[in-house]
């Protein structure tokens, strides 16, 4: 077996941007309800204006606001009440000069008024008479035709993530289904003469299966339909047998364990058997995450990912996740991070990504990072942390109380 080479994380991430292009998965019609976490397959742009008329933000009285102008609790403006607006039904009404109708909150608002006073800023000495007692400007408590959403606005853009506030809008202009990438088809190998699935009890020097729950859940939260394709024994014909068939049906493989050098770590013969070709790389410069492997089996990429679970999640979440964004046609790698002040130094390799899991907590006004310490096959420093602390490989670590960002590890 030969040793890996190890690449720099851009190097790497730049081979994946390379080969993957060009690949982009299908597109489906999906229902409103149905799409909320999709990515958006095509531009949709709304096909009327929202609201579709001008209508008042308060319970009040319709007026042309110029006639209020100079109005206060000392000298009132005199208007007569002409009508009044029933809420969810269009008015015929046409206010002039010097007249008021009564309005609800959601009312239409009649033609030539522009302004609404507000019921507690005016007095009705008698049914048909109205006082103001203070002046409103020209569009003060309304919402004009089209000043929400316009004819031609642009509501979700090809790439997007779909997120609750946008099927508001999307509703709002009747919108009633949804152009959305499908999701890609994602299959996990797991190997190991060690590993037993979750409801063995271990004996001797076995192991539960970790890697391919926790990465299933990674990658079906980032989009992708994912089966566990079960686990497979450190035998170079069962990995070879479980990866023919797995290319045939997915977009997508990752194989957990195996890609490091040992005599039983078969994936980067596998992947040049069935791709006829070299893998494109075999170790990156990174922590925890160094035996990485990447390569094609026609036009399906495959990863192999190191067995440790911290080291596999840490690849999953900096490198597969990203891969799974370019087939979904995304540009833009969806990460959310703050900025929080290190509790304690941290001594890096130059030359070499470090990835620091990290827990916050608030102190005063501004967060604080403190560091996970452990292993990397130790699953509960994962479980244990809130983010992660990027180290680039151009710096040598990072001092005590150094700002920072925190890429969030989304917790409910």
Not at 53 to 80: C, K, N
Not at 185 to 205: F, K, M, R
Not at 257 to 262: A, I, N, R, T
Request: charged share 20%; glycine share 10%; aromatic share 4%.
């Amino acid at each position: 077996m030969e040793y890996f080479n190890c690449i720099a994380l851009k190097e790497a991430e730049q081979l994946i941007v390379n080969k993957l292009e060009g690949l982009i998965v299908g597109s489906e019609q999906v229902s409103l309800v149905e799409s909320l976490g999709r990515i958006v397959a095509e531009e949709v742009v709304s096909k009327e204006d929202l609201p579709p008329f001008s209508r008042s933000t308060v319970d009040g009285f319709a007026v042309r606001g110029m006639d209020t102008f100079g109005a206060g609790e000392g000298v009132p403006a005199l208007f007569d009440i002409v009508g009044e607006v029933a809420m969810g039904q269009q008015t015929v009404v046409q206010i002039k000069p010097g007249q008021a109708v009564t309005i609800p909150t959601g009312g239409m608002l009649p033609s030539g008024a522009d302004a609404v006073v507000m019921m507690e800023h005016a007095e009705r000495p008698d049914s048909s008479s109205l006082l103001v007692l203070k002046a409103v400007a020209p569009g003060e408590n309304v919402v004009v035709k089209g000043e929400d959403i316009s004819v031609g606005r642009q509501l979700l853009q090809q790439g997007q993530k779909i997120l609750p506030q946008d099927i508001g809008a999307l509703a709002a202009c009747g919108c009633v289904a949804v152009s959305v990438r499908q999701k890609p088809e994602v299959a996990i190998i797991s190997t190991g003469d060690e590993v037993v699935d979750v409801d063995c009890t271990p004996v001797g020097g076995q192991i539960r299966d970790i890697n391919s729950y926790a990465l299933a859940a990674m990658l079906e939260d980032a989009g992708c339909r994912v089966s566990r394709n079960g686990i497979v024994k450190d035998q170079y014909e069962d990995l070879l047998a479980a990866l023919s068939q797995a290319v045939n049906h997915c977009n997508l493989v990752v194989v957990s364990g195996g890609s490091s050098v040992g005599v039983r770590d078969h994936t980067v013969r596998v992947i040049k058997e069935l791709g006829k070709s070299d893998v494109v790389f075999h170790g990156v410069a990174i922590k925890p995450g160094k035996p990485t492997i990447f390569g094609m089996i026609g036009k399906v990429p495959v990863f192999g990912l190191p067995g440790h679970p911290v080291a596999a999640m840490t690849v999953c979440g900096q490198i597969v996740k990203p891969a799974i964004q370019i087939l979904l046609g995304q540009t833009v790698r969806d990460v959310y991070t703050i900025p929080a002040r290190l509790s304690r130094s941290m001594a890096s390799v130059p030359g070499r990504d470090d990835f620091i899991r990290v827990q916050l907590s608030k102190k005063a006004s501004e967060y604080w990072a403190e560091p996970v310490l452990g292993k990397s096959g130790l699953i509960s420093t994962m479980s244990a942390a809130d983010g992660i602390v990027h180290i680039a490989a151009d710096k040598g670590g990072l001092y005590s109380e150094e700002m920072v960002q925190v890429e969030l590890i989304t917790k409910q």
